[in-house]
């Protein structure tokens, strides 16, 4: 842009105030402009890249034609504030609020426990807020799209779907409510119980929707519309210049001007460039308000769509033109809403365009195939005149390239609407059914010889088997002119395969699976033709029953679910809270995003940001750090190595030590060498970049599991435990099987990435540090070693946390000491807060193991003899791995009585980054080896696992295999009424009728139990303290140890403290977690947290009540305000602190024996798949759960902890991997790339119960931890999709054993499932190319 080139000011409203901006930087997203400038901070940040949905907004519009105003959802995160010109931003503070009134969306989410950690919550509500504003009474199907492009990681989706569902128009019948179910499955009145079926939040007091209480659109915004002549607008940045022209002339000599200007629509391809790929575009040309690119023209021949049409807007032409139109002609048509139908999230569908999907060019794009099959043509127009270009093969010249030439832009896609004759389907397989893109698509078009099933003319176009769509000519060209038959697409087949090679080192990996795939994709379209031309009375013969299910889609409709829990006993106060499913006491603040996050404090004067800079090696020396040229970018105050550590350069764990920041090596990528502090995050990003590191590399470098055991890569010591005698037992054993398993690793995807903020105070050293961690006290001791400073110059202040899951305890401790060291030198405030792939990458996740194991068993099933080897990936460091792998040895037992068993387990030291704590502890590594070999068991001796598990589990008071007692009573009773209540004996024969009927779809059944023993081995972290305050008007101020993430840790502390004070709740406060009011806690983990600081509480409410007991008894009348200044007139003291010494849990691993927990949480849970066997995508028709937790504080608290943990523990063992480059890096690092479950996954039926009847005299009013132990019963849907492939197999001809490693993802299910098509495909192991990705870590 020529210099001088004149800047205008942006006029836009946000919440119905107008906001006039004179100065924009193009590069500002509307989500750092909410945050940052206005400081609406409801709003989240969770990736910036469009994937998860926390920022949430809803853009309103004012169309001058239609003289209507249009509302949609926005990822704020990819919007550009320079787009916003005359529109409407409506944010989650502005439809309601704590102070005023809440809106019903916030209102029913919070009240239906739909928020936890509460992150994920202000997104949720927009994405429900935008749905409703267009349609006040949705359907269910309506809500679950509308959520569909919002991450959860706490809650498993359930409760949000619940308060969501109150707005649909039946919302009071029983089908919705889950009461119908409730009585089929035969609940009775609970024992004792003061409500026969207690519900987890009444319906019938919620605000009602009243649509006329909504923001209006701002008048002054239509008034502007419809009177100002429109004019071009450019805005100035430091590097890139804005022009949003209005008439397509313009638009023209700009891009003629500048070929290499985007033609910036949606931004949803662009933006993510320039964020993650750091491409700069000095110019950007910004056409949304040129009415040309959104004009729709239909014709006979078909339907011409302005490019700039966002792909909702698409769709609901298509929708319209399908109804409208016959049915033959609208065959493309439909075939395209079945891709945008899954194609992303609403938000992205909302401003992505029609033209930026074709010109973008994704090998994956889901449209291109579709409109290259269809015959579908885009016009191009430049200043050099207009032509037609179909699009077809030669259109997509490469990866991201098209035919089109540089100053030419498309004005209009043509869809024409099909002939008679000719059908299209299309085709789609991602690694999650919604929001996210996918691995294999296709469409294909036939078009048939008049009154015959001769073909005369087919095009088959694929996606994501090569750098851009492709066409299958030669297979084309096998099937042109022949009968459509089942000798005709045999022969087609091996042709398709040779088409669709791809390298065994192609991007994206899964070769054999993409290519398994297109096979099978051609075979659903065999299917489905073969079917219409029986319809037609062309074919003879119709479908085969059983091969049916290959052209159905799976299940998706969601059912009635049912939660049971226990009323509070008959008698207990109607004040006393516990035991009653009290809301999580910030869901209302966290859902009208005032509740307060670490990057929500605001900037404080002088503040900087610290950006980290990270090895790019795997295993390297560093010869140099250079930082010259990062302290010259402006703006860049300070760069911060080892050198300026004034104390301790290392943490110890488990002593081994750490280095905060590396000096001489290291030893994988994405380990810390230094940060650079900014005045701005893009300043500080910025000098990161400008940072030199020199590195010479190391040749030894170990990334798997074998190449660790190879070359005898351990961290020291290994455990190992046994009991009986193992060599003994195998002797007499009737039958002895080896086998192992893998289980990946998983990222912990909190929904807040780890933020930080250190603000000096200014004397004597001392720190305010804001962090969001499970472990405050830790982070203050890592700070003051580090600065070497007494630790009570350091105050934590932990107010709550977005999600942690374990991963926030041992790397939030390096990041906020090395944030302290900045803060420390530059004495200035610094925040750090990480980008979404830079903690993918720096902070380690869940350890992925092999398990290796040798099993001796009896005719009758019996097991008499076990050895298990655990190999855990430790990573670079030992970080807590060595506990990790003891408490995988104690776990091997799951709920099995062995005799004879021998556990041993290693953390192997890799060049990959350091794993972590994460909830389960490897429990859900190890328990799922020991389940695995119960599956074996069964597989051997042909009978159902169920039934070996059953023979094999503990019975009576046993003594584990370190010895320590317990009574398996209530194992037995869950894995009992998980049987009854899932009817699994008469639903284990319907699904195997149901697989003998159905060839292609399998269903598959499991019931898992669970042992899991709570609080912390190592006997000295069983304890906690509380500081409870008495204000003189009688408000109560709670502080204890436990830091709230979302578990309801200080709802619950809450209810302890009500019950005890006996005073209301509301007079009861928790601030925060700090350690200037209770220090030297213990981390909030172990599913101790209430166990431990709920006595704490207790204790120290105890000591108060007490105290006022000479008064209560003087005034027995009394008011507690009365009272209480009664208590302050005669100098009582009305603060005390209360402590736990908890249970001396130990275990020696010398004599291997010891009792390293409280006590025992048991549960058992049954899930039920269907398994497409074709693609390997699966859905989970049902889970039932039962678990008992004692009697639970509040059970809305746990049933949430339960099906969340049980959600997360299905993305584990079913979704989520973690992909590492043969170098080792890491290349999973946001949404797009690692898929945690989403709104889809959840099971179709999700039933808990909690176990009735049952007490622990061993913690808080005879409750249970909950938090870690429900994660493994995810495995129970692994397995039912391992029992749905042994049938498939079983129809395959194979019979017996075979491999299947955790994750079961698609790609493993399906070829697993060893179809005609899996098998055609050869194995792509060529030993000379190197993979795409490491195998398995
Ligand atoms: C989270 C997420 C999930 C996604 N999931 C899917 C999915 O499941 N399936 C799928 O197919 N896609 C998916 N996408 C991709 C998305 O559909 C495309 O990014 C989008 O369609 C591009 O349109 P846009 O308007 O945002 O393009 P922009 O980002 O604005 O522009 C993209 C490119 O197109 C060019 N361009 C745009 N319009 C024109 C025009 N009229 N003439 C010439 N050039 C033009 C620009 O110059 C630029 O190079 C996803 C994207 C995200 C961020
Ligand atoms: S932050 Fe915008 S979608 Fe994740
Ligand atoms: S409540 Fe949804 S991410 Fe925590």
């Known amino acids: 842009m020529a210099e001088g080139t004149r800047c205008d000011y942006l006029t836009f409203f946000v919440n119905g105030k107008k906001v006039i901006e004179r100065i924009v930087d193009p590069e500002t997203t509307l989500l750092s402009y909410l945050r940052g400038k206005l400081r609406l901070t409801g709003t989240k940040y969770g990736c910036g890249g469009g994937g998860c949905g926390a920022c949430t907004v809803m853009v309103s519009r004012y169309q001058t034609q239609t003289k209507r105003i249009t509302h949609f959802p926005a990822n704020a995160c990819l919007l550009p504030v320079c787009q916003l010109q005359g529109a409407a931003v409506t944010t989650v503070e502005g439809i309601g609020s704590t102070k005023t009134r809440l809106h019903p969306v916030q209102e029913r989410i919070a009240k239906a426990h739909g928020s936890q950690c509460g992150f994920c919550t202000p997104g949720m509500v927009m994405s429900m807020y935008a749905l409703l504003r ?19 990681r706490c809650t498993g989706y359930r409760p949000i779907v619940d308060g969501c569902k109150t707005f649909c128009e039946n919302s009071n019948c029983c089908q919705l409510n889950g009461k119908e179910c409730c009585l089929m499955n035969g609940a ?59 008439s397509l002339d313009e638009v023209l000599d700009l891009k003629s001007a500048h070929p290499q200007a985007p033609i910036l629509m949606g931004n949803t391809n662009v933006g993510p460039d320039i964020k993650f790929k750091g491409v700069v575009h000095p110019v950007i040309i910004s056409p949304t308000r040129v009415p040309e690119l959104f004009e729709v023209t239909r014709t006979p021949q078909g339907v011409s769509i302005g490019a700039g049409s966002s792909l909702a807007a698409v769709r609901a032409e298509l929708e319209s033109l399908v109804k409208e139109l016959p049915e033959e002609h609208a065959e493309l048509y439909r075939a395209l809403l079945l891709q945008l139908g899954s194609l992303a999230g609403p938000q992205i569908r909302s401003v992505a365009t029609l033209g930026g999907n074709v010109v973008s060019a994704y090998p994956n794009s889901d449209l291109n195939p579709v409109l290259a099959a269809g015959n579908c043509r885009v016009l191009a127009v430049s200043k050099g005149g207009r032509r037609e270009i179909p699009i077809n093969r030669d259109f997509f010249v490469g990866f991201g390239k098209t035919a089109l030439k540089p100053d030419e832009i498309v004005l209009s896609v043509f869809i024409p609407v099909s002939k008679k004759g000719e059908f299209v389907r299309a085709f789609r397989q991602a690694p999650r059914k919604e929001n996210a893109l996918a691995t294999v698509n296709a469409a294909m078009r036939v078009v048939f010889s008049e009154g015959s099933s001769m073909v005369h003319e087919i095009s088959i176009f694929h996606g994501g088997v090569g750098p851009s769509t492709v066409y299958a000519s030669k297979t084309c060209k096998q099937i042109t002119g022949k009968p459509w038959s089942e000798e005709t697409l045999n022969a087609a087949y091996p042709v398709l395969l040779e088409e669709m090679c791809l390298p065994p080192s192609a991007p994206g990996g899964k070769v054999d699976f993409r290519r398994a795939v297109s096979l099978s994709f051609l075979f659903k379209f065999f299917l489905q033709m073969q079917q219409k031309l029986h319809i037609m009375g062309v074919a003879q013969q119709g479908l085969p029953e059983n091969m049916r299910s290959g052209t159905e889609p799976l299940p998706s ?3 009635p679910s049912y939660q049971e829990f226990q009323g509070v006993p008959v008698g207990q106060d109607s004040r006393d809270p516990v035991g009653r499913p009290l809301m999580h006491r910030s869901a209302l603040s966290q859902a009208t995003g005032e509740a307060m996050y670490c990057d929500d404090l605001p900037k404080t004067e002088g503040e900087l940001f610290l950006v980290i800079v990270t090895s790019t090696k795997a295993h390297a020396k560093i010869l140099n750090i250079d930082t010259t040229e990062a ?61 030199k590191i020199t590195y010479e590399e190391l040749p030894e470098r170990v990334f798997t599991v074998e190449e660790a055991i190879q070359k005898q890569s351990f961290f020291q010591p290994q455990r190992e435990i046994w009991r009986g005698d193992v060599s003994e037992g195998f002797r007499k054993a009737e039958h002895i099987h080896e086998g192992e398993i893998r289980l990946g690793g998983q990222e912990h995807f909190y929904m807040e990435t780890q933020s930080m903020l250190v603000v000096p105070v200014g004397e004597e050293k001392e720190l305010n540090v804001y962090l969001s961690t499970q472990h405050p006290a830790y982070a203050q001791e890592s700070i003051a070693e580090t600065l070497d400073i007494p630790s009570n110059r350091v105050s934590c202040h932990v107010k709550r946390i977005g999600g942690a899951f374990g991963g926030k305890v041992t790397k939030t401790c390096i990041l906020a000491s090395i944030t302290a060291v900045a803060a420390l030198k530059t004495e200035r405030a610094v925040r750090l807060v990480l980008e979404r792939g830079e903690d993918m990458l720096i902070t380690g996740a869940r ?105 094999n589990m503990y019975k009576e008071v046993s003594l584990t295999h370190y010895k320590q007692m317990f009574d398996p009573l209530n194992l037995r009773r869950c894995w009992q009424e998980c049987m009854e209540k899932s009817s699994y004996q008469s639903r284990r024969k319907d699904i195997d009728q149901f697989n003998q009927l159905n060839r292609w779809k399998k269903r598959g059944i499991s019931v898992i139990p669970i042992k899991y023993g709570v609080g912390f081995a190592e006997g000295f972290l069983n304890q906690a303290a509380a500081l409870v305050h008495i204000y003189k008007d009688g408000s109560v101020l709670v502080s204890h140890g436990g830091a709230e993430m ?47 600081n709920g006595m704490a509480v207790k204790d120290a409410c105890e000591i108060l009540y007490n105290r006022l007991e000479p008064i209560r008894k003087k005034n027995p009348k009394g008011s507690w305000q009365a009272w209480i200044s009664e ?58 759960i039962v678990v008992d937790i004692g009697r639970s504080i509040n059970p809305s608290v746990d049933i949430g902890q339960i099906e969340g943990a049980f959600v997360q523990g299905l993305g584990l063992y079913t979704m989520e991997e973690l992909k590492f480059s043969p170098s080792g890096v890491l290349y999973t690092r946001g949404p797009g790339q690692y898929k945690i479950p989403a709104i889809c996954d959840m099971p179709l039926k999700f039933n808990v119960y909690l176990l009735a009847g049952t007490q622990n005299p061993s913690a808080i009013y005879s409750s249970k931890g909950i938090g870690e132990p429900t994660l493994f019963l995810g495995s129970s849907v692994f397995f039912a999709i391992k029992d749905a492939v042994v049938a498939a197999r079983r129809d395959a001809g194979m019979t017996g054993l075979f491999e299947f490693h955790s994750p079961a993802t698609p790609e493993r299910t399906c070829m697993a499932c060893a179809t005609h098509f899996a098998r055609m495909v050869p194995e792509s192991t060529a030993s000379s190319v190197q993979p795409w990705a490491i195998e398995s870590p």
């Open 134 to 152: 267009n349609q006040p009474q949705p359907t269910l199907d309506d809500i679950t799209e509308a959520l569909a492009g919002n991450l959860c």
């Open 631 to 691: 302290l010259k970018v402006p703006g860049v105050v300070d760069v911060i190595t080892a050198k300026d550590i004034p104390g301790k350069k290392f943490r110890t764990f488990t002593g081994i030590t750490e280095e905060l920041l590396a000096v001489n090596e290291v030893t994988c990528v994405g380990q810390m060498i230094c940060a650079v502090a900014g005045d701005t995050k893009s300043y500080a990003k910025r000098g990161a970049a400008a940072v």
């Open 557 to 559: 409709q969601l059912q």
């Open 1046 to 1092: 979302g578990q309801g840790i200080h709802t619950k502390m809450q209810q302890v403290a009500s019950r005890e004070l006996q005073i209301p709740s509301n007079l009861i406060h928790i601030s925060e977690t700090s350690t200037n009011t209770v220090p030297n806690t213990c981390p909030s983990a172990a599913s101790f947290g209430t166990d431990a």
């Open 1127 to 1184: 208590a302050f007139l005669l100098k009582i003291s009305l603060s005390a602190t209360g402590y736990y010494r908890g249970p001396d849990c130990d275990m020696d691993w010398e004599k291997q024996e010891g009792a390293p927990y409280a006590y025992f949480t048991y549960g058992a849970c049954c899930s039920e798949v269907e398994v497409d066997c074709l693609t390997g995508d699966y859905r989970t028709i049902r889970t039932d």
């Open 188 to 246: 009775k009145p609970v024992e004792n119980g003061e409500n026969d079926f207690p519900e987890l939040f009444n319906k019938a007091d919620l605000l009602p929707l009243d649509p006329t209480q909504e923001l209006i659109f701002p008048p002054e915004l239509i008034m502007m519309a419809e009177t100002q002549v429109p004019t071009t607008q450019t805005f100035c940045g430091e590097r890139m210049t804005w022009v949003s022209p209005v």
């Open 847 to 951: 350890h992925p193991v092999l398990g290796r194991y040798k099993v001796g068993y009896m005719n009758d099933g019996q097991i008499i003899a076990a050895d298990i080897m655990y190999y855990t990936n430790a990573g670079n460091t030992a970080d807590e791995s060595l506990l990790v792998i003891e408490k995988i040895l104690l776990h091997l037992d799951n709920a099995y009585s062995i005799p004879n068993l021998r556990g041993r387990s290693t953390a192997c030291k890799t060049n990959l980054p350091s794993n972590t704590a994460f909830r389960g502890f490897g429990v859900p590594q190890s328990m799922l080896v020991t389940e695995n070999m119960m599956n074996d068991v069964a597989l051997r001796l042909g009978r159902a696992a169920e039934e070996i598990r059953d023979i």
